[in-house]
């Protein structure tokens, strides 16, 4: 963040919004529309103030559009083959929904701050993602796939839990 932002906030409220940004971006690494959905919605209820080049995320197309996604994602989830298939593409999914969720909760215009957000929130994402598709093909292994949808299950309530917390968290802040 640039001077005047480090100013305006203490370190403690620095080290909560990145540390906030990165478990989301963590929760993204585990299913990519929940927490943007989480954040659209709690921007849309004026529960969180959305940077202003976020403020899109909070219009009702985008949060239909990523309650779509959630279900078809959910959903494609628990088949086996498909989910493998989806981890692939999620690859670069995944790390894009992380940055983009870390970024919304970013309150000013600090090109470090965003910077951060991006590369930190992608690299989180990201990193999540392969510990979770890596789990997901030894799963594959040792019950012929079987064991995939009991392990869908669970990241799907690790991931609505994770987010709304979250959330929570920072519409409290």
Same mark, same amino acid.
């Given at each position: ?19 906030? $940004? +990165? %478990?989301? @971006? #963590? ?12 954040? &659209?919605?709690? =921007? *849309? ?52 929904? $992380? +940055? %983009?969720? @870390? #970024? ?12 951060? &957000?991006?590369? =930190? *929130? ?52």
């Amino acid at each position: 963040m640039d001077a005047a932002a480090v100013n305006s906030m203490d370190i403690s409220a620095i080290a909560m919004i990145f540390t906030l $940004g +990165a %478990l989301l @971006a #963590a929760s993204a690494g585990i299913r990519a529309f929940i927490p943007p959905f989480f954040m &659209a919605c709690a =921007g *849309g209820l004026g529960w969180v103030t959305l940077p202003a080049e976020m403020q899109w995320l909070a219009t009702p197309v985008a949060i239909g559009t990523l309650a779509v996604a959630i279900v078809l994602e959910i959903l494609a989830d628990k088949v086996p083959v498909v989910d493998h298939a989806m981890d692939a593409v999620h690859l670069l999914v995944k790390p894009a929904a $992380g +940055a %983009l969720t @870390a #970024a919304a909760l970013m309150d000013n215009n600090s090109m470090i701050a965003w910077t951060a &957000a991006i590369l =930190g *929130g992608g690299a989180v994402a990201g990193a999540t993602h392969v510990a979770k598709a890596s789990v997901r093909v030894g799963s594959t292994a040792t019950t012929a796939g079987t064991g995939n949808p009991i392990l869908s299950i669970i990241e799907d309530v690790v991931a609505i839990g994770l987010s709304s917390g979250l959330m929570y968290g920072v519409s409290h802040m």
